[in-house]
């Protein structure tokens, strides 16, 4: 248990002070007085970096931006009061009418349906591609092609993409990759593969105890000689390159998402999320090696577990190889029929029944009649939504104990 040391040490000494109150300060105001006019004229135009208003920041979570930024190496980060807020505001500073998506792999429900029916209502379409379809996915860029777009694990679906072959797609072809890294924050490091924006619910392993509702987008720095920010593809961030340079991403985003559509989060739910990032890498480390363990010890009873750390499992080797932090919290087991995996959820007395991931307990939820129930069956087959099937979130709990419970449950 020492995958995530490094950070361990600097998520605890950077949300304490050392000086004052060492708990994070909650700077719960909606708004914030300039004191002058012109110190007000020098807010409103980014010169005097201090609060302007709390739908566009506010200093607790500005703490945590700053955090989040780090761990991810960025230039910076915004936070956003979910995760689909960290998604729509990621996405919409960049896209137009006419524009089209390129999503790849297992993708969370609501994303799904944000790319399929909403944005299509605002003239933006998306393909949807499996993992490996690199060849499919080069040649559906065109240069209306503004997002690719995949998850570092497939909920559920538990498929691991091949995140550095895709982010060589995407900068052979000049188009922007954000990786939604929600599941695996800290074992994997899209920024450093080469994604450009990163984006989290922090709702999830990140504050880890459902008490807080909250996203966030990370942002890599503008570079200072060629980028795919400043070709044509791109235009309209090009003001904000002039005006902000290596900030240009940060300074787009918060004008043409967080100002004009308010998807701002709150102080509070910062806070809570800052006390989370303390023990997070603790939790991650308990949890990545419990998922293992359960899985091994189910599918060794003959339950059909789909965990890519189990031998014959299609990306078993690319766990081997690219995911040596594990793949975060979740598993999934497919007990066949509805009416098994109900009798499962009925019988467990650990599992939580409930449509979150990533808590202190361990979670589960039978997918097709819950999150996955608007979809048609076409479309719960490509996400890999079978009838039986159940996801899990493995939590904190003594691993053999959750083993006992979930083979008992089985039976
Ligand atoms: C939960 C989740 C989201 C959405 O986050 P909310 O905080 O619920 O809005 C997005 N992506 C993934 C992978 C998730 O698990």
């Given amino acids: 248990m020492n995958n995530f040391e490094e950070f361990s040490t600097y998520f605890v000494q950077n949300v304490g002070s050392k000086e004052g109150a060492v708990s994070p300060a909650v700077t719960q105001s909606a708004a914030f007085g300039y004191g002058s006019p012109e110190t007000a004229e020098g807010i409103f135009d980014g010169s005097i970096k201090k609060p302007l208003y709390a739908r566009m920041g506010n200093p607790t979570n500005a703490k945590l931006e700053g955090i989040l930024a780090t761990m991810d190496g960025g230039i910076g980060a915004i936070v956003t009061s979910s995760g689909m807020a960290a998604t729509a505001l990621a996405t919409m500073?960049?896209?137009?009418?006419?524009?089209?998506i390129i999503s790849i792999g297992g993708l969370f429900g609501g994303t799904y349906s944000y790319f399929s029916e909403t944005l299509t209502r605002f003239g933006i379409t998306t393909q949807f591609f499996d993992v490996?379809?690199?060849?499919?996915i080069e040649d559906a860029i065109d240069e209306s092609t503004k997002i690719i777009f995949l998850e570092s694990v497939g909920n559920p679906n538990m498929r691991l993409p091949d995140l550095r072959t895709i982010a060589d797609i995407a900068s052979r072809n000049g188009v922007v990759l954000i990786v939604d890294n929600t599941i695996t924050p800290m074992s994997v490091s899209p920024l450093e593969l080469g994604a450009d924006i990163v984006v989290y619910s922090t709702t999830k392993i990140i504050s880890g105890n459902a008490s807080a509702l909250g996203g966030a987008a990370v942002f890599r720095a503008i570079n200072e000689g060629d980028d795919k920010f400043k070709t044509a593809r791109y235009e309209e961030v090009h003001k904000f390159i002039k005006?902000?340079?290596?900030?240009?991403?940060?300074?787009?985003?918060?004008?043409?998402?967080?100002?004009?559509?308010?998807m701002s989060a709150s102080a509070f739910s910062s806070y809570l999320t800052l006390l989370g990032l303390e023990t997070l890498p603790l939790r991650m480390d308990r949890i990545v090696s419990s998922v293992e363990k359960i899985a091994r010890a189910l599918h060794l009873k003959g339950i059909k577990v789909n965990h890519p750390s189990i031998e014959g499992h299609e990306q078993h080797a690319r766990y081997l190889a690219q995911f040596s932090k594990g793949c975060g919290t979740l598993m999934t087991i497919d007990m066949g029929t509805q009416e098994a995996a109900y009798a499962f959820l009925r019988r467990s007395k650990l599992a939580t029944i409930t449509a979150n991931i990533g808590d202190s307990r361990t979670l589960a939820l039978h997918m097709a009649s819950t999150i996955y129930s608007d979809f048609d069956?076409?479309?719960?087959?490509?996400l890999g939504i079978t009838d039986g099937l159940i996801r899990i979130s493995i939590g904190l709990e003594n691993p053999d104990d959750i083993i006992e419970d979930f083979i008992q449950a089985a039976s």
């Fill in 93 to 100: 500073s960049l896209l137009k009418s006419g524009d089209n």
């Fill in 132 to 136: 490996d379809e690199f060849e499919k």
């Fill in 243 to 262: 005006k902000m340079g290596k900030m240009a991403l940060i300074a787009n985003a918060k004008k043409r998402a967080m100002r004009d559509f308010g």
């Fill in 377 to 382: 069956e076409e479309t719960r087959k490509f």
